[in-house]
């Protein structure tokens, strides 16, 4: 069974960064992508950007390019999505999801509450 | 960018009713089609992927339709369980998108 566990609650001011972790267990890592997906307070689901840890490649949607960065350590099966330049529009339930050939996000991460306030 | 739109924003329905939401893509994205369920304070679902086919353990009230731009995710019979909002995505390229919610409540 797949189980994607996130780091815990941050408090960030504007302007700072934030770096989420997302440590996967069940499955093969490196098989499947990883995907975040950001919703704001009473807000929809916001995909931001995923990776491929087999390749080492992201994408990025163009709403954060430049401003979000995905990455994945294969050996500790863990997936991260740093936020910079927070401001308080970027306060969200932050999600990672799991995807493979057929299926976008099959299992999902708890969520990871990022607030930025000052 | 690929946008999904879907309608209706909102509705209420009768226990036992059928229930339809739609999503369009402003361009044709095959079958790269998934709907998703969020309980109020819970994790998204994956409900359906590849336009029509359901995950593991969905009710088989739930179905959907659909190819290219158009596509349906149909409740046959509408359970006090089902309130929720339910939001479509496309995967067809290695950008993906959702749609921005439909919230299905009980009358």
């Known amino acids: 069974q797949v189980q994607l566990v996130q780091s815990g609650a941050e408090v960030k001011k504007p302007g700072s960064s934030v770096k989420v972790s997302c440590k996967a267990s069940g499955g093969t890592f490196s098989s499947y992508t990883i995907s975040w997906v950001r919703q704001a307070p009473g807000q929809g689901l916001e995909w931001m950007g995923r990776i491929i840890p087999i390749l080492g490649i992201a994408n990025y949607a163009q709403k954060f390019q430049g401003r979000v960065t995905i990455t994945a350590d294969k050996s500790t099966s863990t997936a991260y999505m740093e936020l910079s330049s927070l401001r308080s529009e970027d306060t969200a339930v932050y999600y990672c999801g799991r995807g493979i050939t057929t299926k976008p996000l099959d299992y999902w991460g708890q969520g990871t509450l990022v607030t930025v306030s000052s | 960018d690929i946008q999904m739109t879907q309608s209706p924003s909102s509705l209420s329905a009768s226990v036992g009713d059928r229930v339809t939401i739609t999503c369009r893509a402003s361009?044709?994205?095959?079958?790269?089609l998934a709907w998703y369920q969020q309980k109020p304070g819970k994790v998204p679902k994956l409900l359906i992927y590849a336009a029509s086919t359901l995950q593991s353990g969905v009710p088989s009230r739930f179905s959907g339709s659909g190819s290219g731009t158009d596509f349906t995710l149909t409740i046959s019979s509408l359970q006090p369980e089902d309130v929720a909002t339910y939001y479509c995505?496309?995967?067809?390229?290695?950008?993906?998108?959702f749609g921005q919610g439909t919230k299905v409540e009980i009358k």
């Open positions: 995505q496309k995967y067809n390229s290695a950008l993906w998108t």
């Open positions: 361009q044709g994205i095959s079958n790269y």
